[in-house]
């Protein structure tokens, strides 16, 4: 993302601060772009930077943000953040999920864990019968680079009689929801979460210990936040050879989410926010409430089983306004968005019919229909623009509607919306470019365009089909969350997902996009 401010980095969002017996904690999980031009100059160093969207560019903004999270930030209020720093980044040999680091347990234990949007246990791996080898060949490459980058980097195993702050969650406890599994009324709470994705789950039993948090003003106050978790005992599909293999963290709307619980004791507002920036670098803030002039729509809230599900009432592509109307699920764990009949055809069709470049044939290895070969001269007018219209007659710009795959022999954009026959989502692709508000008080979604690196408001982001490669988010996938009760819809969700937007000319991208869908297909 390109930032018109001439502020610095660093100057945060002022958080408004309630009464100390109300929600009125903001912690504020802050993506800060270490590599972007602002930051150059800030920092007088003009050589030496890692490419972007590379490996090494990432791994870079993780150890930028260990080194100076305890900078107090002098022009904002004192926010909360997770205790090793707020940086947050997605790993393309880890099924692209979106990553940050959170610490466990008395001593602390580190663990680098998948977000997701899409589900609600928070899990790590523990006492583990299976679980992801760090010492096979899907994890060895990507941990030797961790470490090279992250001097003190392990994939952690949760022992709970390591920390002495571990209680056992027992089958009579509220959260424990498969007690027909249980021994016996204060055995422990066995858990089971099944993914849509190529059979993958987890299971093992429920615990309870602190989630390590911190002020950032000058006394660097320490929150120690009690949070029921996964002990992660065995671990299948994807879980195992492609995705998470240090945890998932659930950001559902459902009592055992870690924003339900923070929000429970008093600890925050009960409301998150999550910014996308183009280049996949954003911030994650809990209490955000958002902004009095963002743009809101209602949440469809089903009792048994809520989500962050909204309603669209009209598309417009190009000047073409479609009066289709549908329900999806605004979800930041899926790379991109799905449709079902009609919206679909009406979509895809009307963006066909105002496309201006030539037709590309479908590839059977990836599922976009619509597919165009990009001229030496493309210019991101030539390419048919679109929004929502939501439920309350407010609009969703989508500032990046096409995904483009470039090849040593071609270069190809496609309108990023898949086919579904179950499941309307509105994936991250559709969300790149703003501040999304899920507020879960107020049962509505917000949004603003915003700058997640100067936490400027951002309110012109040009389409430029040459930028380069970064890979967005993927979905961790939900299906049945036994550890909840509840009836989980099935969901069309991928476990990976492919390079972004918008892509440097490599061979690999579209390696890479043709092993995520062949994940995809065995859902």
């Known amino acids: 993302m390109r930032s018109s401010s001439k502020l610095t980095f660093f100057l945060l969002m002022t958080i408004w601060v309630f009464s100390k017996t109300c929600k009125g904690r903001v912690f504020n999980f802050k993506m800060h772009h270490r590599f972007s031009d ?43 953040a997770l205790s090793d720093g707020n940086s947050t980044f997605r790993i393309s040999s880890l099924g692209f999920l979106h990553y940050t680091t959170v610490e466990l347990g008395t001593p602390g234990v580190k663990f680098m864990v998948a977000l997701d949007t899409g589900s609600d246990l928070f899990w790590v791996p523990c006492d583990c019968s299976k679980c992801a080898s760090t010492q096979g060949a899907s994890y060895a490459s990507v941990i030797r680079q961790l470490k090279e980058h992250l001097m003190d980097f392990e994939l952690s195993i949760y022992n709970p009689k390591e920390s002495s702050t571990s209680q056992k969650v027992t089958c009579n406890n509220d959260m424990c929801a498969q007690r027909n599994r ?44 009690y949070v029921t978790f996964g002990c992660g005992q065995v671990q299948s599909g994807s879980f195992l050879d492609i995705a998470a293999p240090n945890g998932l963290f659930g950001l559902g709307m459902e009592k055992i989410s870690v924003p339900s619980v923070l929000s429970r004791e008093g600890l925050i507002a009960d409301s998150f926010s999550m910014c996308f920036g183009h280049d996949g670098i954003g ?18 809230v089903n009792p048994t089983h809520p989500t962050y599900n909204v309603t669209v009432t009209q598309v417009r592509v190009g000047t073409t306004l479609i009066d289709v109307e549908f329900t999806a699920l605004f979800d930041s ?36 229909e619509y597919c165009y070969d990009m001229s030496p001269d493309a210019n991101a007018s030539l390419i048919p623009s679109m929004s929502l219209t939501m439920k309350g007659g407010r609009h969703f710009t989508v500032n990046d509607p096409i995904i483009v795959i470039s090849t040593q022999k071609e270069i190809v954009y496609c309108l990023a ?21 899920f507020d879960r008080e107020k049962l509505v979604l917000g949004w603003k365009k915003f700058d997640c690196y100067d936490m400027e408001d951002y309110n012109n982001f040009p389409l430029q089909p040459h930028a380069s490669m970064v890979p967005p988010a993927v979905a961790a996938g939900v299906g049945s969350n036994s550890s909840t009760g509840s009836a989980k819809e099935a969901r069309n969700k991928s476990l990976s997902s492919i390079a972004s937007t918008y892509c440097h000319s490599h061979a690999s991208v579209l390696t890479s996009l043709i092993s995520v869908f062949l994940v995809c297909l065995l859902s």
């Open 283 to 300: 911030r994650i803030s809990f209490g955000d409430k958002g902004s009095p002039d963002q743009q809101e729509t209602p949440f469809n």
């Open 417 to 437: 919306v898949v086919k579904s026959t179950e499941l309307n989502i509105i994936g991250q692709n559709f969300m790149t470019g703003y501040r999304v508000i």
């Open 182 to 225: 249980c021994f016996g009324t204060f055995s422990s709470c066995p858990y089971m979460v099944s993914y849509v994705s190529a059979q993958t789950s987890t299971s093992g039993i429920l615990v309870k210990d602190v989630l390590h948090l911190t002020t950032e003003d000058g006394g660097r106050e320490f929150v120690e936040a």
């Open 38 to 80: 602002s930051f150059k100059n800030w920092s007088g160093l003009t050589t030496n930077w890692p490419e972007k969207g590379s490996f090494e560019y990432y791994a870079a903004l993780a150890h930028r943000d260990q080194m100076l999270r305890g900078r107090r930030l002098s022009d904002a209020d004192a926010s909360l």
């Open 333 to 368: 764990g899926t790379s991109f968005t799905y449709m079902v009949d009609p919206a679909y055809s009406r979509v895809s069709e009307n963006f066909h019919s105002l496309a201006r470049d030539k037709w590309h044939p479908p590839d059977p290895r990836i599922p976009f």
